[in-house]
């Protein structure tokens, strides 16, 4: 049973490119969450998404920033025209919901963003 | 108010010595509680959750007391390999939603 599995690992942009970082939840897990750890600094939750739903986003930047989780496929955090401030590690993390939710968060090995 | 606080430390520590952490949550309706650890530049993993009656696992023991909404970790005999940073986590929700906040952690640094 595959964990969370977030890709790429490493991402470079240049500041004004978009960024694309994706997250597969564990198998059987409906939930997901996003993440952003900037060097030194805690977790800082941004947006929680069920597939096509988003639940909370009172964590993401006004502008730039959007997620999603369609019906098919991985979770995307999209940051558009990004600028040396967003360089920062993005997890991704998934729960159960229902009979398996045991509460606990599974997170992924991260997506490490270094906007240049 | 933050919704979870910690101490940031560094708490630093000989081999073999025991340590705790604190941490404080600010909504009465929290429902779980958990202790994650993270090494430097890797994700979170699971420590372990934290239960009223209180719980131990090994060299780690966990409280929760919910009339002062305080939670405590206490690391036994403390190894070099404990190094690392320490995530109090507070969920809310329901059956099928689950809202998570973590404080900023504590970080532990064991010296050999």
């Known amino acids: 049973n595959a964990g969370v599995m977030q890709n790429p690992r490493h991402l470079v942009r240049r500041r004004g490119q978009e960024a694309r970082l994706r997250c597969s939840p564990m198998?059987?897990?409906?939930?997901v969450y996003w993440y952003r750890q900037l060097p030194e600094e805690g977790l800082k939750f941004m947006v929680y998404?069920?597939?096509?739903?988003?639940?909370?986003e009172s964590g993401m930047p006004k502008e730039r920033f959007s997620a999603e989780f369609p019906k098919e496929g991985p979770s995307i955090l999209r940051i558009q025209q990004v600028v040396r401030g967003d360089s920062a590690a993005y997890f991704c993390?998934?729960?159960?919901?229902?009979?398996?939710?045991?509460?606990?968060?599974?997170f992924g090995e991260g997506s490490r963003l270094t906007v240049l | 108010r933050k919704e979870v606080e910690q101490d940031p430390g560094p708490f630093n520590v000989p081999e073999g010595a025991t340590v705790a952490f604190n941490c404080t949550y600010s909504?009465?309706?929290?429902?779980?509680f958990f202790w994650y650890r993270q090494d430097c530049r890797k994700e979170p993993k699971l420590l372990m959750s934290?239960?009223?009656s209180g719980n131990e696992d090994g060299r780690f023991t966990a409280q929760l007391n919910r009339a002062s909404q305080y939670i405590s970790l206490l690391i036994r005999d403390s190894k070099l390999s404990d190094s690392a940073t320490y995530l109090c986590?507070?969920?809310?929700?329901?059956?099928?939603?689950?809202?998570?906040?973590f404080g900023s952690g504590t970080k532990l640094n064991v010296k050999p």
């Open positions: 993390a998934s729960s159960p919901t229902g009979q398996g939710n045991t509460g606990e968060l599974f």
């Open positions: 198998k059987g897990h409906s939930h």
């Open positions: 998404l069920q597939k096509e739903n988003i639940i909370d």
């Open positions: 909504n009465s309706a929290s429902q779980s």
């Open positions: 934290v239960y009223s």
């Open positions: 986590v507070v969920k809310r929700g329901t059956y099928n939603f689950n809202k998570f906040y």
